[in-house]
């Protein structure tokens, strides 16, 4: 009796400091990377813990809490909105949020992600009220600016900052899209006919440059010759020229040499006036039909015919 009461104490014993083992491991905390706990003790908020090991007073504390604090993406469905023009069209939105303090995302707001979806929704709807359809088409920076301000001041209480929110997809009516394909069609179109307009002027353009170049070569080319031409003419001009003066000074040297060469032979006047006959006569060379005879020359051309007339009548008899 003693030995299985002592057995059941041991037993009562070990399954005390096993339950003692346990609650004490329920109240070692790890906070991971990252992450925040909320703990309450006895109902009210104690403390924020971040990242590390924690421990709690069992049965008076507990996490109330678990935050992610990382960057997190929510990708909300198309909402309709309407347009200043009264167009109705489905746009739907993607929400990039972190949460900043992890007691006021606690007892802020009872569902923050729902919040953040209709404040979404609503935020949306009134500036889009605020654009015509063409404005909405080409406004996203602009739209997506007001709306993360809008957002991050208004999910500031409860400890959330919104980063960064894009329009995700603008989705017009079936008969808009069908008019904004024809429009691009026509745009598309108008360009083509302009690029194609503008091709043929550069070409017609250059086509005319290529000419106008064309003759200003030619002429030069034209230019060039007709001075060579004249160089060339020029030159055999002065080359003739010189050949003539040449010819000329030798025959007169020629003439001087003979003269002297006489002069040196002692000849008298008559004998010079001769000489001057037949130079006269070689400058005739049978082309002048007139030649002008000094008269001292002609006396003396008459003597000599006189004397020949005699010496042939001499000569007869």
Known sequence: MISAISVGGAIGILILCIVILLIAASCVKIVPQASAMVVERLGGYLATWPVGLHFKVPFIDRIARRVN??????????????????????????????????????????????????????????????????????????????MRINLDEATDPWGIKVNRVELKNIIPPAEIQDSMEKQMKAERERREKILVAEGEKKSSILVAEGKKEAAILEAEAEKEAAILRAEAQKEATIKEAEGQAEAILKIQQANADGIRVIKEAGADSAVLQIKSLEAFA???????????????????????TAISELAKTDAAQ
């Open 69 to 146: 604090l990382k960057e997190q993406v929510i990708d909300f469905k198309p909402q309709p909105v309407i347009t200043k023009d009264n167009v109705t069209m489905q746009i739907d939105t993607v929400v990039f949020f972190q949460i900043t303090d992890p007691k006021l995302y606690a007892y802020g707001v009872e569902n923050p992600l729902m919040a953040i979806e209709n404040l979404t929704a609503t935020t949306l709807r009134n500036i889009i009220g605020d654009l015509e359809l063409d404005e909405t088409l080409t406004s996203r920076e602009l739209i997506n600016s007001k």
């Open 282 to 304: 070689k400058a005739a060379d049978g082309k002048a039909t007139k030649i002008i005879i000094p008269s001292e020359i002609q006396g003396l051309a008459g003597a000599v």
